[in-house]
């Protein structure tokens, strides 16, 4: 295994060992970042992740299950200053979760206005087919020197990515999205490497035998390896050393 791996955003309490996972994560040494869809699962995922050296537990709201989670935004703000690390959070217009589009901008503003008031969260963002309406929110909300925005699995155009870089978000990126011609050539093209994480979105992805691991972020180093001409060596120390870079505190 090359040096150490960061998976930026995987859903840990989705797999049926859990715990196990947690504790994989630790022993392999991958820095991960533990997302979760609802605030309800806060107290698991924190408990879990406080144990261990590598894992990192995320406050989430879920965009494409805000019609179904109840009123759960005030637990949510509730727990915020129980942590520093936001996520899975941001906007879904996809054709199946459009209904609820103007339900998720209202949470959406909540996250960003509190995380503004809170300062120094890193949020893991979620933008399928709204690149444009997140990022508008990002920059009417939260300013840019208040939080440090990571966009997971980005799909949006080269024109949405320009912009996303030039307003200081990074990007979590991971296997699937690279094999995809169009995504893997605005990486390359627009995102500089030094903002570049990966993520593994596990289990939603697929890994070597079934759905990802975080081990299988391997597979997102490689892409990007590939994609910026350097060796997995040397793309696995630029993304350990960009996620330190992001962990470091803004103040
Ligand atoms: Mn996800």
Redesign the pocket.
């Known amino acids: 295994m090359p040096e150490r791996l960061v998976d930026f955003?995987?859903?840990l309490d989705l797999y049926p060992d859990f715990e196990n996972i947690v504790r994989e994560c630790d022993q392999l040494g991958i820095y991960t970042l533990a997302?979760t869809?609802t605030p309800r699962a806060w107290q698991r995922n924190h408990e879990l992740a406080s144990r261990t050296k590598y894992v990192r537990a995320a406050l989430g709201i879920?965009p494409q299950l805000v019609d179904k989670l109840g009123d759960v935004i005030d637990l949510w703000e509730r727990l915020l200053p129980e942590t520093r690390y936001v996520?899975?959070v941001g906007l879904d217009a996809s054709p199946s979760h459009y209904r609820s589009f103007e339900q998720q901008q209202k949470i959406f503003r909540r996250v960003l206005e509190s995380c503004a008031l809170a300062d120094d969260k890193i949020l893991?963002i979620?933008s399928v087919r709204a690149a444009t309406p997140v990022l508008d929110m990002v920059e009417r909300h939260l300013p840019r020197e208040r939080s440090k925005v990571v966009l997971?699995?980005f799909s949006g155009s080269k024109a949405e990515a320009r912009r996303a870089v030039a307003m200081g978000c990074w990007f979590s990126v991971n296997a699937a999205m690279m094999q995809n011609e169009r995504m893997a050539g605005i990486v390359k093209s627009v995102v500089p490497l030094d903002r570049i994480l990966t993520e593994t979105?596990g289990p939603?992805t697929q890994g070597g035998g079934g759905p990802a691991r975080p081990s299988d972020v391997l597979d997102a180093v490689q892409a990007v390896a590939g994609a910026f001409g350097i060796t997995t060596r040397q793309a696995s120390q630029q993304i350990v050393g960009n996620m330190k870079l992001l962990m470091a505190a803004t103040i």
Do not use: I, L, N
């Open positions: 955003h995987c859903h997302v869809t879920h996520g899975e893991s979620h997971h699995w979105d939603f």
